[in-house]
Nanobody, 124 residues
């Protein structure tokens, strides 16, 4: 089974940028589609971005379109999330997740492997 480890979380000011990374390990990792989810205190976990096996196709939540960019790098075996123009609403624990589905997914129930999460805090 694939293992996922997130990194890059931290504290930034409103309008700033932050880059997250998800390191995937395991011999079966290339067979998974990967995605980013996030969960703020007192809120439900929500979809952020999804990337296909080849990294060519992706999907984004409306709240982050134009600001976030997800990229899958097969050579480095990582999933990155470039976050720009951050605001306090982006503060949350960000999770990397994997699904066996060959089709891009956005529903939490479709993902079977999850990382531990990395915290992002955006101050005003």
């Amino acid at each position: 089974q694939v293992q996922l480890v997130e990194s890059g979380g931290g504290w930034v000011q409103t309008g700033g940028s932050l880059n997250l990374s998800c390191a995937a390990s395991g011999r079966t990792s290339p067979t998974y589609n990967l995605a980013w989810f996030r969960q703020a205190p007192g809120s439900q976990r929500e979809f952020v971005a999804s990337v296909g096996r080849t990294g060519e196709r992706s999907a984004y939540a409306d709240s982050v379109k134009g600001r976030f960019t997800a990229t899958r790098d097969g050579k480095k075996n990582t999933l990155a999330l470039e976050m720009n123009n951050l605001n306090p609403g982006d503060s949350a624990v960000y999770y990397c997740a994997a699904t066996r589905s060959p089709v891009l997914q956005t529903a939490e129930s479709k993902f079977v492997v999850w990382g531990q999460g990395t915290q992002v805090t955006v101050s005003s």
